[in-house]
C-alpha cells in the first residue's frame, strides 16, 4: 500500500511527487496520457521564472527526468473510479486496482467546444485544440481561431509562423487576454480580427472542414478551426459531493477535500490563476499537510 497516489503527471502532480519523495513517502503517479499534461501542448513558456524561454514538450521532459532521477514510479493508466471509504483507498484504473493511504487529485481540465454538431466528427479533420499538435497539417492555409484569452492569443501568435492567415472569431469587442498579447496579435499582419461574431456552422465536405458561416451571415473559406474558449474541468468520474456546480475539485486551505486523505491540486480547483507556477507551488504545499 502507497503512503500517496497522485492521479495526473501535469506539473502539479509531479511537483506534489517530488516534495513527496523527499519527504521520506511512498508514492505512485498514475497518468492516462503523456507525462507533463498541458505542457506537452504548449509552444513555448517565457513566464516561468528561471527559465526565460522553454519548450512545453522540453519542460515536461525535464520534470519526466527529474522523477526517473528520483526514481518515483508511474503507471500509463485511465483511473476510472475510486473508493474513498475508509483508511485504505482504492484507485481502479483501466488495467489495475491500486491501494494507497492518501490521494491527490491532479486532473486538470480539458478543453471546451463550441457545441456545434458535427464538431466532434471533425476534431483531427480541421477542428482542433492543440496547436502545436495540429499546426503541421495547415502549413500555409487559412485558418480559424476562436478565442480571445492569453491561451488563445498566445496560440494564435505561434500559428502564425505556420500557417497563411487566421480569422480570430472574437464574439465581443475586447479581449480577454493581457494587453501585451492583444497588441502583439493586433499588430501581426497575418491575423484578421473579426469583432462580434460567433461561427453559427461549420461546412465540410467528404468529412474535412471547408469552410465556416458565422451568425453575421458571412462564410469564410478555412481548412481548420482552432478553439480556445475555456476548460471543463477533468472531473466526471468522481462523486459530485465532492464537486462544486462547475465541476471544480472543492478544497480547504489544506487543499483537502470533504473527505479525510483525499486531496485535490492544480487546475481541476476553482482558482484565480491557472498559470504553471500556482499549479507547481499547490504541488509543493499539498505534501505539507499529509502526515
Ligand atoms: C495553450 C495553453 C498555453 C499555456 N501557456 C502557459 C504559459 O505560457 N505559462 C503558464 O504558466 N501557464 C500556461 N498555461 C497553463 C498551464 O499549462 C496549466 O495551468 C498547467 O499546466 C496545469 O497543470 P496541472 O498539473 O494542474 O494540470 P494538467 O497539466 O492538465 O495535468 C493533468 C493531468 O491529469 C491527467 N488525468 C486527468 N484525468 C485523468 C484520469 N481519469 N486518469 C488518469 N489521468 C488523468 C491528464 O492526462 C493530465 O496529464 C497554458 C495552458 C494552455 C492550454
Known sequence: MYDIIIIGMGISGITASIYAKRAGKSVLLIDKSAPGGLLNKIDSITNYPG???ISGPDFALNLLNQINNLEIPYKIEE????????KKKIVKTTNNEYSCKNIILALGRNPKFLGLKNEQNLLGRGVSTCALCDAFFYKNKNIALVGTGNSALQEALYLTNVVNKIYLINRRDGFRGDEYLVEQVKNNPKIEIIYNANIDSLNESDNTLKSITLDNGKTIDVSGVFIYIGFIPAT??????LLDDNGYIKVNKNFETEIKGVYAIGDCLNKD????ITAASDGARVINNIE
Open 273 to 276: 490563476i491557472y498559470q504553471l
Open 51 to 53: 527559465l526565460p524561454n
Open 236 to 241: 466526471n468520474f468522481l462523486d459530485k459531493k
Open 79 to 86: 483511473v476510472t473510479s475510486l473508493k474513498l471509504n475508509g
